[in-house]
């Protein structure tokens, strides 16, 4: 049996009224992958701060190793041996340091001496990014990188600490296939190595290819464990949620009049341009790995970027937003996929987070703010996307990172448009919370077009009238969401099955 690396009984805490861990009892493995899934708001969070040194508990006890473990700060937590990587990206990279500061911040923070070799401290660095497969450049600020690159400085600067436990929040939601991968293969070796590794995730690609034990968490508590092979994936998400998952039925409407037409348009100098065509009513989810042109796509709609080539109509008038500011005038909204860093203000409340891109319709006599008016669109929001909160002025970070996603997401479906592009809508969110922003993507639709950003395949199912792939700057496939070859969608996903043969028309 393996040697237990950490050992939590009776654990408990509270903020104010509101008992988030109630009697938590859990053991971590040693040498084993333990899964932990639970609904946004069951504590996981909660229960990872403890371990990390961010909150102290209220009651109860941890043992690492078999002696009292209680890190007064995140830096006692590392020096023990526990390493976490946070969902959040930026809590795990310093953006205005480079590369190599950034592999070595925790050893530097620990040096006495005040001179530092700049030439040995590279060699280190590259020595820790080779050791996790990581091709980069460390003198590059790491504000320069992509999101799927500072989440890989990230693991590999926890690497380098030698864990006895390391906790990884959501790991993969914003790595390509091939950086997943060579994830799942540092997990593996450390695996072999003795670590405890504390894996959050809902994905079941994840899932089934890493854990050796599913632990499932609901109100506080520990609800559900699954250890013996085969493991009881849907015992686990019904001990997660309290019910069973209903499987989802799309119900695909007729086809609408052209929002959105493009012609001959081209991401990059090196891509093939294509031709597309967004119809009123419709959900299109547009799918492809990191890297893809997804987010290349969304940011020439919303006018962060222009294209290099190629002629967009709104409507049936030609469409060539400046900025962000001339998409929303035309009624081309986008919700950004980064939340922490792209769509909520940490510092508003509920309320301010809703009507932030709309505040001139709230605006009454000598500019000044229709309270009501702008009280009454939030509660209408609060309730239309199911947040759970006290009220709408409750502060945006006292929620769960799936309440604050639908506040993301809702502030946008609030507002009459005729484009909405949701870039990751359901990143950091649990199964129920993903059906609950799919419901009211769904039910809103019909007045509009949607287009929705994922990389995960199952949640391009559960939300789509029609799903098209997107490979190299370019679409590669398109599919009706009704008995679809999963083999050829996967293959174009990967780019092992080339969409050129396929003719344009099946993209309108």
Avoid at 163 to 191: G, H, N, Y
Wanted: with cysteine; aromatic share 4%; hydrophobic share 45%.
């Amino acid at each position: 049996m393996p040697e237990t690396a950490i050992a939590i009984r009776g654990l408990t805490k509270a903020f104010g009224r509101n008992a988030v861990l109630r009697g938590i009892d859990l053991d971590l493995p040693a040498g084993q992958v333990t899964v932990l899934m639970g609904a946004n708001g069951a504590g996981k969070s909660t229960l990872v701060k403890v371990l990390c040194g961010v909150h102290r508990a209220d009651a109860g006890e941890v043992r690492l190793e078999g002696r009292p473990f209680a890190p007064a700060s995140p830096a006692a937590a590392l020096r023990a041996g526990v390493v976490t990587v946070h969902q959040n990206i930026n809590d795990g990279v310093v953006p205005d340091l480079d590369v190599a500061s950034n592999l070595l911040l925790d050893a530097l923070a620990e040096r006495r001496d005040i001179f530092l070799n700049a030439r040995a401290m590279r060699e280190e660095a590259r020595r820790i990014a080779a050791a996790v497969g990581l091709e980069i450049d460390v003198t590059r600020p790491v504000a320069g990188l992509t999101l799927a690159d500072r989440q890989l400085v990230a693991i590999a600067r926890a690497m380098a600490r030698r864990p006895k436990l390391l906790i990884l929040d959501e790991p993969t939601s914003s790595l390509s296939l091939t950086e997943a991968q060579r994830l799942f293969a540092l997990v593996d070796r450390l695996r072999s190595e003795g670590v405890a590794i504390l894996y959050i995730s809902h994905r079941m690609s994840d899932i089934r290819r890493l854990a050796d034990r599913i632990v499932s968490m609901r109100d506080g508590q520990i609800s559900g464990l699954s250890e013996t092979k085969p493991l009881d994936y849907a015992g686990a998400v019904r001990a997660m949620l309290g019910h069973e998952i209903t499987e989802v039925d799309i119900t695909i409407p007729p086809p609408g009049r052209p929002v959105l037409e493009a012609e001959g348009l081209q991401l990059r100098a090196e891509a093939l341009a294509f031709d597309l065509t967004l119809r009123e009513g419709e959900v299109v989810a547009i799918t492809g790995l990191v890297g893809s042109g997804k987010s290349e796509l969304a940011a020439v709609l919303f006018g962060l970027q222009p294209p290099v080539a190629g002629r967009l109509t709104l409507d049936g008038r030609a469409f060539a937003p400046g900025s962000p500011g001339q998409a929303v005038a035309s009624g081309v909204f986008l919700s950004a996929k980064d939340r922490r860093t792209n769509a909520v203000i940490p510092d508003f409340d509920i309320q301010k987070n809703l009507t932030l891109p709309f505040t001139r319709r709230y605006s009454g006599l000598l500019s000044l703010m229709r309270r009501a008016a702008e009280r009454a669109a939030a509660d209408r929001a609060i309730v239309d996307m199911g947040v759970v909160c006290q009220g709408p002025r409750d502060g945006i970070m006292t929620l769960s990172g799936g309440n604050q996603q639908k506040v993301v997401v809702g502030r946008w479906l609030a507002e009459a448009s005729r484009l909405l592009i949701l870039d990751e809508p359901f990143q950091g969110v649990d199964i129920q919370a993903r059906r609950d922003i799919c419901r009211r993507i769904r039910d809103s639709a019909p007045t509009r077009t949607t287009l929705v950003l994922c990389a995960e395949i199952d949640e391009a199912l559960e939300v789509a009238d029609r799903i098209l792939v997107m490979s190299e700057h370019r679409l590669a496939g398109s599919h009706r969401n009704e008995d679809i070859d999963l083999n050829l969608l996967m293959a174009q996903v990967a780019g092992t099955l080339s969409g050129a043969a396929q003719s344009m028309e099946e993209y309108a």
